[in-house]
């Protein structure tokens, strides 16, 4: 076939067999003629496609396929096959040194059935993809997950029809075979695990391909008992096949291409966070005590010095260098043991707790002295507590540095006096004053403490801006390359190309493809996976997004699916039910793939109008879309 051919469909009296392409087909051909003519050619490939078939499972706990050396075949499978006779075909294949002995059978275990697998020459080997021609149509029954899919999806699974699908099933087998067993040396055996993981995925990559291509149709969507329709991620034959073939295929022949949206999932998990998250005073506290929330923002680093530190003498020295005088001027003539209780005074100069950046200043300070000042208070006048000090009277007494200097008054309450703190911090930190005397130095910082203290207000800007850059490395498309460095910095390159191998089922060659690949593999597992999962992955999460780390980690408990259920259910509303359907009205035949869409060549471009239109009338803005 050259390179532009396109391939010929199947007829509806064509199948599609699978078999070790150590048997030489020729010679078994000449082989039937003379030892046994009853036998049917065409129905004994076809037992030895349902043996290689049936020796391939796929594990759903571990996401991936696994080749069995026998497997268990019910007789009334073999009937199907091979009719009544099928045990003239199983013996044949037993003369022939092709198949191994059967596994133990005993009469009286009810519901036993034997176990057929390859001998060595022919068990673990390279595969071959065969058509074969029958007198007869043949059909199977599609099959759906319950009757509301059968009901609801019509639209979606009437497309699929096996006479109008076709590829070089040749070049789809090779490509595959070199994915992953081209440095892979025939033959091995099973408990050589990196090679059975990579054979395991190369036979179930070909096994759904033939499937597919015999019309073996099955097609699932889960149901919502409250709108008893479907909802969320519509499974079909096409979601099942391996990446490498399904970008093979062609529809009605012309080429089908498949539009798919970058870092879908967390560019969804972003936008359900915006409608979601919320703030309470246990989430505060966790933020507080959490080490990786205060190495982040960098809390608990500058000093605050409480009024229980301060004496007479210090008082007396702040005096005379603030005003040059001991005397207090007439706005500030009382003091009892030290303490000042008089208007005028600057409020924050005997707090001994940080304050809140977004707190009143004045109900601040009301609430934390209300007993100690009551006879202050009362005579206080309502509004910012700098006015007295800003506007005195006219002929009052001034303090030198405000006769030479001129304030400004600021939003939060604070004059911009030398040395005042200017509450750039996240948690306030009342150092004030003193940083601007000289008493500060001779001050004796062994009794200095820290604030642990940071306001619902101010976590709620942190949580908003978390959101905010998650969201846009989502729609960027790089939220997985921002986690390349991070992830690896976990293992050692040797142990990263491992992990590699053993999750992806690929000979590691430091590229940087791969490493994205296995970044948003580990990403992805970690966010479906149980919160005693996955912990180094966490961890490097968390130092980066804490806030939302503690979000998604409380949404998951008692469920960890819950967060990937409602994804998947808003991932369907916008690929299933808006963008599918209505292309699919307007003639446009579109498969679903989850995250993506496949579409004719000729449709590539309104249908990533489409896909565009969708997600900004949904969220305000769309995400990286590219071709597969």
Known sequence: ???????????????????????????????????????????????????????????????????????????????????????????????????????PYSKEVKGQTFGYGFNNSHAFRRLQLFKLTNSKPIFYKTKFSGSYVEKYEKILYKLFDRTKFSIDF???????????????????????????????????????????????????????????????????????????????????????????????????????????ASLDSQRVKRLQNCPAFKAKYQLNTTRYTSREYLSNHWLEQYLSEKYGTLLLPKSMSGVTNGRLTQQGINKNFLLDKPKNLFQDSGSHFQHSYKKFYSPFLHNLPRGNWNQ??????????????????????????????????????????????????????????????????????????????????????????????HFIELFKAKFTLIEWGIYYQNLINDDYKYLYEQDRELAKKLFISMLYAQNNHYIEEQEVFKSEFPILYDLIRERKKGNHKVITHELFDLEAELIVDTVARNLIKKQIPTFTIHDCIAIQEQNIKVSETKLKDAFISRFGNCPQIKLE
Request: hydrophobic content about 30%; proline content about 3%; glycine content about 4%.
């Open 1 to 103: 076939m050259t390179k532009n051919t396109v391939p010929e469909a199947l007829s509806n009296n064509d199948l599609m067999v699978l078999i070790p392409a150590t048997i030489d087909i020729e010679e078994l051909s000449n082989s039937i003629t003379s030892t046994n003519p009853e036998i049917d050619f065409n129905k004994l490939l076809s037992l030895i496609s349902l043996i290689i078939t049936k020796l391939s499972s796929y594990n759903y706990k571990e996401e991936r396929y696994k080749t069995s050396k026998k497997a268990n075949i019910h007789s009334d499978k073999l009937k199907e096959c091979c009719g009544n006779k099928y045990r003239d075909y199983i013996d044949f294949l037993f003369d022939s040194n092709i198949l191994s002995t059967r596994s």
């Open 170 to 276: 040749n070049l789809a087998e090779e490509k595959l075979f070199y994915k992953y067993l081209e440095n892979v040396v025939f033959p091995f055996e099973s408990n050589y695990t990196v090679e059975w993981h990579k054979y395991s995925a190369y036979h179930g990559g070909l096994k759904q391909l033939v499937k597919f291509l015999n019309g073996e149709y099955s097609f699932s969507r889960k149901t919502k008992q409250s709108t008893r329709k479907p909802s969320g991620r519509f499974y079909s034959p096409l979601t099942s096949l391996n990446k490498v073939t399904r970008n093979l295929l062609y529809y009605e022949g012309k080429k089908l291409q498949q539009l798919d949206v970058k870092n879908m999932f967390p560019y969804l998990l972003s936008q359900y966070l915006k409608e979601t």
């Open 388 to 481: 007295s000090i800003n506007k005195p009277t006219q002929g009052s007494w001034k303090p030198k540095s405000e006769q030479e200097t001129q304030t400004d008054t600021y939003p939060n309450g604070y004059s911009q006096i030398k040395g005042v703190y200017d509450n750039s911090h996240l948690a306030t930190l009342y150092t004030e004053i003193y940083k601007g005397s000289n008493v500060s130095g001779r001050f004796n910082h062994v009794s200095v403490e820290y604030s642990n203290y940071i306001s619902t207000k101010i976590t709620e800007t942190l949580m908003n801006k978390e959101i905010f850059k998650f969201n846009t490395l989502s729609t960027e498309g790089v939220i997985y390359d």
